[in-house]
């Protein structure tokens, strides 16, 4: 089992609806969890950090629940420049460094 | 955010030939840095977390002697990869930040095409 796993994907949404993704992560010790995101042939950048109670930045929500060891990321409103991949990464702090998820790919269409 | 630079953002290289890849932390010290690898489709796969100082530490898999890195100063660190082959076309992308700052911030990152 692979230590964080997201939804396969791909989305394709219309522009304008609503979209979640989870991610799932199987050690318990882990500390903090992000969201980032990775346009083609590019780097991936910090979309969001997630947190315990739950933070919004606009139209997107992002949320934790360690009890059942998943993250969620959900997009209001989707816009065509949110197409992209979506990849959530979780730390555990003692180790330092940080394990991803293969991403979940998002096409947005007018 | 913190910004990383990474140096050449493209390399077409002969088989056989060594490619140095620098990955500098332009706006902070960075005592850590990290070594991605991203092959087409796939996820992000880390190689190796650079120490300033210190000796990196490799990832399971990844060969030590093949994938040099040398992290000299807390803004700049280098992976070199040695006698590259077609196999070692990849998307290279480094890191700066995470432990205690959890947070990464990610080069532009390095595409390597070995012929």
């Known amino acids: 089992r692979k230590e964080v796993e997201q939804d396969p994907g791909p989305f394709n949404v219309p522009e304008g609806a609503t979209v979640a993704f989870n991610c799932t992560y199987s050690?318990?010790?882990?500390?903090?969890f992000f969201w980032y995101r990775q346009d083609c042939r590019k780097e991936p950048k910090l979309l969001m950090s997630v947190y315990s109670s739950g933070n919004e930045d606009g139209r997107f929500t992002a949320q934790l629940n360690r009890a059942s060891q998943y993250i969620s990321l959900l997009i209001r409103d989707s816009k065509l420049s949110d197409s992209a991949t979506y990849l959530c990464v979780v730390n555990l702090r003692d180790a330092g460094k940080s394990t991803f998820g293969d991403g979940t790919t998002l096409t947005v269409k007018p | 955010g913190a910004v990383v630079s990474q140096h050449p953002s493209w390399v077409i290289c002969k088989s056989g030939t060594s490619v140095k890849i620098e990955c500098r932390s332009l706006?902070?010290?960075?005592?850590?840095m990290f070594w991605y690898r991203q092959f087409p489709k796939q996820s992000l796969m880390l190689m190796a977390t650079?120490?300033?100082?210190?000796?990196?530490?490799?990832e399971q898999g990844v060969e030590k002697d093949k994938f040099l890195i040398n992290h000299a100063s807390l803004t700049l660190s280098t992976l070199t990869v040695t006698s590259a082959h077609p196999e070692d076309s990849s998307f290279y992308i480094c890191?700066?930040?995470?432990?205690?700052?959890?947070?990464?911030?990610f080069g532009p990152g390095t595409r390597l095409l070995v012929l």
């Open positions: 650079s120490n300033e100082g210190s000796k990196a530490t490799y």
């Open positions: 706006d902070f010290q960075a005592t850590t």
């Open positions: 050690n318990s010790a882990s500390q903090s």
């Open positions: 890191s700066a930040g995470g432990g205690l700052r959890e947070t990464q911030y």
